[in-house]
Nanobody, 126 residues
Framework: QGQLVESGGGLVQAGGSLRLSCAAS????????MGWFRQAPGKEREFVAA????????SYADSVKGRFTISRDNAKNTANLQMNSLKPEDTAVYYC???????????????????WGQGTQVTVSS
């Protein structure tokens, strides 16, 4: 049974940066697409970014394009989210997910994900 564990969250001032990491264990996720989602209090979980199994295709929510970068290292079984120019509206719990789907159109849909981490809190102060 696979597990995903996020790390790297914290408190940062607006304009600052954070790097989130997702460590996979229990199985290899090299054939899975990896995604990052976030959920703010009282809101639904929303798509942030995703990367396909090889790292050759990425997808971003419009709200983070140009500020966030998703990457993966299949040798280390990890996926990362570099977040720059953070804004207070980026405040949320960030979740890492893994999906067997190979379809780009599935990446933003949380229902298509097979594994989830427990989440890491990101708080951006103004």
């Amino acid at each position: 049974q696979g597990q995903l564990v996020e790390s790297g969250g914290g408190l940062v001032q607006a304009g600052g940066s954070l790097r989130l990491s997702c460590a996979a264990s229990g199985r290899t996720f090299s054939t899975y697409a990896m995604g990052w989602f976030r959920q703010a209090p009282g809101k639904e979980r929303e798509f942030v970014a995703a990367i396909n199994w090889s790292g050759g295709t990425t997808s971003y929510a419009d709200s983070v394009k140009g500020r966030f970068t998703i990457s993966r290292d299949n040798a280390k079984n990890t996926a990362n989210l570099q977040m720059n120019s953070l804004k207070p509206e980026d405040t949320a719990v960030y979740y890492c997910g893994a999906t067997r789907s190979i379809y780009y159109s599935d990446f933003p849909d949380p229902n298509k994900y097979d594994y989830w981490g427990q989440g890491t809190q990101v708080t951006v102060s103004s």
